[in-house]
């Protein structure tokens, strides 16, 4: 499935810590559509920051795997064991979007590779780049990560179809066991969230906002009306934050109890309303820092937050477990532009630079924002970006890399 890499290194863990060699192997996949035409950008512009950064003594050794369309083609398989055991055995990987066809065996690729690999942090930092067109007045005040909870809620997949035999035995059993009527032409989904699930997902967001010096954690939910799952998940967060950060957090009851005054060394812990949380992104962007939410929330946090700094094409991603993290483009595979050599590739290359703050080579990241930046602000754009921006010149997916690359160099 893989190509056996001779001159890497593997990343490992080490106590607990990520241990990166000056040469680690990280495996990437191409994605379905678009990503024959973004991945290559991307990993030029990344051996270029790195290169640039460390003088050569830092490479990454790509290390191609397969899933989606390729891996079908390849391998008469979507989604290969192989290559889930790579991403596990090589601890950081990359991947362009991924499409699931009819009939796949799977309802979704990305959501199934999150589920197999434990993943269950999706870790979306949403800001905006100088340049970008945005709706938004002051789009510079977005400056959000949102950790979304990747393995529960309803992307479970516990479903039955209206009328089936399943369906009715659901319908039957809630209204002979518990008095529940509902009515006989309904579809059925059930929407499990756990104390374990929750209780790792908001200990994951409160530790980065610690790590990171961020001011605050929000705990998005619907709780007022399902009080036992969202409801829950609020209860979870604060007993996680009183219990286990104490010494780190300040609730904003207590903060109001204090004089509204947050000390240097906490971090304030909150909750709003999902849908509350939707107006308040757009009118107190700038009060929100790190958000920690359930999986059908941070999929609308998320979108709707990229949309006020310039939308998915420069929107990045991370899935995080314990010890593997995958990273990914946010957007789809748009296969009416597939091979065209058209797409915005800012998106995968903004997850890239993510992906290297993640394994500490900072340096190279700050290289590919500022390349980036520099290209956008010099309205040297993509398709995409170019007919929101008067005098925009537009050009290719691989134009707009060399662009990037001499910026960087």
Known sequence: MKKENKQGEKITIVNGELTVPNNPIIPFVEGDGIGADITPAMKRIVDTAVEKAYNGEK?????????????????DEYLPKETLDAMREYKVSIKGPLTTPVGGGYRSLNVASRQLLNLYACVRPVYWIKGVPSPMKHPEKMNMVIFRENTEDVYAGIEWKKGSEECKKVIKFLKEGFGIEIREDSGIGLKPMSEFASKRLIRKAIQYAIDNKRKSVTFVQKGNIMKFTEGAFREWGYEVAKEEFRDKILTEEELKKSGGKIPEDKILINDRLADNMLQQMLVYTDQYDVIATPN?????????????????????????????AQFEATHGTAPQFAGLNVANPTALTLTAKSMLEYIGW???????????????NEKIVTFDLAYQMEGAKKVSTSEFADYIIKNIK
């Open 362 to 376: 900072k340096e190279a990241a700050n290289l590919i924002y500022e390349g980036i930046s520099r290209t956008i």
């Open 59 to 75: 490479k990454i050794e790509w290390l191609e795997i397969y899933a989606g369309g390729k891996a079908k083609e390849k391998y």
């Open 296 to 324: 059908l929330n941070g999929d609308y946090l998320a979108d709707a937050a990229a949309g006020q700094v310039g939308g998915l094409g420069v929107a990045s991603s991370g899935n995080f477990g314990d010890e593997v």
